[in-house]
């Protein structure tokens, strides 16, 4: 099954392709049940591996062993993977891509901010010049065979946006990526000057970009939406709601009901990620 080929024919079909963000193994298998594309979130997987903020503490061993387990238990998912800034080095980019593209990845994200590097919806970040993020780009375009590339600036002032935009999208890159993008505006201009080639935008809650429905980005012709982290901020949220009721509660535990999760219903999910249950479905299938 050649993975990028299959992301890139759904890249290429009307409307826009949804990718969730996943931080472990468990909100993985989550999402799995409901989308048919994960997005291996920098943000989700600092916070999960190293309980640290998205400022350039992933190494990326850890990254391409989390995404050889993902693709083991699900095979048919699309995978596309933060990689920062390729981890500094034009070198060590080229190698992580080839790397994961051995792994199973369907595609990668490659952004041109330098040291100390931001989440892309935070104030403070600062970017290469552009003629550095170029041949950056280029040396990973080389390094890989099939593997999606998404091409990212993070940009902020609105003419070098739109400069950055264009001499991405003039590149082999398959998509691009403005990431922090404020206003349906700013959609539209990125969209005009960037021509055919495909968009991607990147919703996160509490970002700098509006709020916007798969069909609203349809109209404004973006191809591809990453949802960041909407199973870290919900794990975050019901966590910490769980445990403030069972202090409330002097340790009992809630009534179990037909609408609560316990053991079996957490067994039957993660059941679902053996690879031999994979082998038994294609053959029934």
């Known amino acids: 099954m050649n993975h990028p080929v299959r992301l890139r024919d759904a890249i290429s079909e009307t409307g826009t392709t949804p990718l969730i963000g996943v931080f472990d193994m468990f909100s993985a298998s989550l999402a799995a049940q409901h989308y048919d594309g994960m997005f291996v979130s920098g943000f989700g997987f600092a916070a999960s591996h190293y309980g640290l903020p998205d400022i350039g503490y992933i190494a990326w061993p850890d990254i391409v062993a989390f995404v050889q387990r993902l693709r083991l238990a699900f095979p048919r998912q699309h995978l ?3 990689i920062d800034d390729g981890y500094v080095d034009p070198e060590t980019a080229c190698h992580v891509v080839q790397h994961l593209e051995a792994a199973g990845a369907s595609g ?8 100390p590097r931001r989440c892309g919806h935070v104030d403070g970040k600062l970017i290469l010049p552009l003629e550095a993020y170029l041949e950056k780009l280029q040396m990973v375009l080389a ?3 099939d593997l999606v590339v998404v091409a990212r600036t993070d940009a902020t002032e609105e003419g070098e946006i739109l400069r950055r935009a264009e001499a991405l999208a003039a590149t082999d890159a398959d998509v691009i990526l403005v990431d922090g993008v404020r206003s349906v505006e700013w959609i539209r201009k990125v969209r005009a000057v960037i021509g055919d080639k495909p968009l991607l ?11 916007l429905s798969l069909p609203e980005l349809t109209e404004l012709g973006v191809d591809v939406a990453i949802y960041s982290t909407p199973c870290l ?3 975050h949220g019901a ?8 202090k409330k509660a002097d340790g009992r535990l809630p009534e179990f009901t037909a609408e609560s999760v316990g053991v079996a219903q957490s067994l039957a999910l993660l059941e679902k990620n053996i690879s031999r249950h994979h082998q038994l479905a294609t053959q029934a299938g």
């Open 233 to 235: 901020f919900a794990a």
């Open 108 to 115: 990668v994200i490659l952004e041109d901010q330098q040291r």
């Open 239 to 246: 966590i910490d709601q769980a445990l403030l009721d069972l």
């Open 80 to 82: 596309l993977v933060d």
């Open 201 to 211: 935008f990147n919703q996160i809650a509490g970002g700098k970009s509006p709020r």
């Open 143 to 145: 390094a890989r065979r």
